[in-house]
């Protein structure tokens, strides 16, 4: 059963449209909108004029460059007023982690203001924060390798003498390093301390195969669809540029406990290992759909569909079947445009692909 | 011998083997494929002997030593227990 979006008349607002070697989830976003014979109107809300999804064709109908997160709700508000004024925007599906919870927080105002989404709730986003995550399912039992808070480079050292190398040392939004020495530890304890503040994590490494899930948990503690994959192709910075749909019950049975735990409304990515006797163990819980969502619906489960409707309150039936074996290769190719579109969205922060009534 | 996860396992006629529990895939030549077949058929390691006997010239002792490494090395990737 595949999710029909060509007789829904809307306006989606999705974020994000970086594509290179760390790409963002919008594009893919979009394309699976698309792919579900969304016919609607597509705004794209950016950050930097040269996030390459503005270039691509038929990809974003507007283009509107957005404040940073950082900026704080009132310069998020003025920009989206203006932004309102030029087009009706009736959902947004955001995918960065940074934005989430200024979302979450918005709700009522946005909700005010038309626009809808289906986003966890504030309790629910924080229960899944990296330095809670330790704490809450260790005592329900689901698996979580041995972590630790760090603020200071001594309690580091403390902390490295009683787990033993390789261990992780992770920002508390972003990025995470294998370090091998305690030389390494405190030269990357101290670049993630500087790019996102404190507390640094440190956890265990745990030995394994890793698994990802998309997924769309429906607020009352069910899944509305899941997608596990195994990345075929790594890239230095870790990320997935290739990946295999697998069907392994195991992991289905663990992210039902994780959703039904946490009673999950919305997307979210779940980082996950297997070790060698079977035992699932969570890393890392990702409020957004992954960049790698297109792999959903090619596997027959279109979850960024599932969230437009359930964002718009329509029906959906939780979808169970997919297609195992369906893979995704990640390429990266030019993109030929002009400079006066770069020019357009430099200077006037929007670009219109098509026409604005 | 336990060849449950071994029944799952999908293979293709060019010897491409993909298990999809684990998102391993592998690849493998006719002898291996003839083998895995036959294990799937709940066949014992001397009935599995004797049919390859049937289709190759070669010893008992030569393809009990090969049938051996091979089992292992399908222990060593958890897909017969």
Not at chain 1, 42 to 68: H, K, Q, R, S
Not at chain 2, 6 to 12: D, G
């Amino acid at each position: 059963m595949s999710i029909d979006l060509s007789k829904l008349e809307c306006t989606v607002a999705v974020t994000g449209l970086k594509t290179g070697d760390n790409p963002q989830p919008g594009t893919p976003v979009i394309r699976c909108l698309r792919d579900a014979g969304f016919k609607g109107r597509i705004v794209a809300l950016v950050y930097d004029t040269l996030e390459a999804g503005i270039f691509v064709e038929d990809l974003a109908d507007d283009i509107f460059v957005m404040p940073y997160p950082s900026g704080g709700s009132e310069v998020f508000l003025q920009r989206l007023d203006y932004i309102l004024s030029q087009v009706k925007i009736d959902v947004i599906i955001p995918t960065l982690d940074s934005e989430i919870i200024n979302y979450i927080r918005l709700e009522k105002v946005l909700n005010d203001r038309g626009i809808k989404f289906f986003l966890p709730t504030e309790e629910q986003f924080q229960a899944r924060d990296k330095t809670r995550l330790n704490r809450m399912f260790d005592e329900l039992g689901i698996g979580v390798p041995k972590s630790f808070f760090c603020t200071d480079a001594q309690e580091l050292y403390n902390i490295a003498a009683t787990i033993t190398f390789p261990f992780f040392i992770k920002g508390k939004l972003y990025e995470a390093y294998e370090v091998y020495s305690l030389d390494d530890a405190f030269d990357i304890f101290g670049k993630l301390k500087a790019k996102w503040g404190l507390p640094v994590i440190v956890q265990q490494k745990v030995y394994g195969d890793e698994f990802n899930i998309a997924l769309v948990g429906d607020g009352e503690g069910g899944m509305l669809g899941m997608i596990p994959q195994r990345k075929l192709i790594i890239t230095d910075k870790g990320k997935g540029f290739g990946g295999v749909v697998v069907d392994n019950p195991e992991l289905k049975e663990f992210a039902e406990k994780v959703i039904k735990t946490l009673k999950w409304r919305g997307p979210a990515e779940l980082e996950v290992i297997q070790n060698a006797t079977g035992e699932i163990f969570i890393i890392e819980i990702n409020p957004r759909f992954p960049a790698w969502i297109r792999l959903s619906a090619g596997a027959g489960q279109n979850l960024p569909a599932i969230d437009l409707m359930m964002a718009l309150g329509l029906p959906v039936e939780p979808m169970t079947e997919y297609e195992t074996g369906t893979i995704f290769i990640r390429h990266s190719e030019d993109i030929i445009s002009h400079i006066n579109k770069f020019g357009t969205i430099s200077s006037l922060k929007e670009l219109h692909n098509k026409e604005v009534k | 011998m336990n060849t449950s996860k071994l029944k799952k396992i999908a293979i293709s006629e060019s010897g491409f083997i993909f298990d999809p529990s684990t998102g391993i895939s592998y690849n493998s030549n006719e002898m291996a494929i003839t083998i895995i077949n036959l294990l799937n058929k709940d066949r014992s390691e001397e009935e599995i002997i004797a049919k390859i006997m049937e289709e190759y010239e070669v010893t008992h002792d030569a393809i009990r030593r090969d049938l051996e490494y091979f089992l292992t090395q399908l222990k060593n990737l958890h897909l017969v227990s």
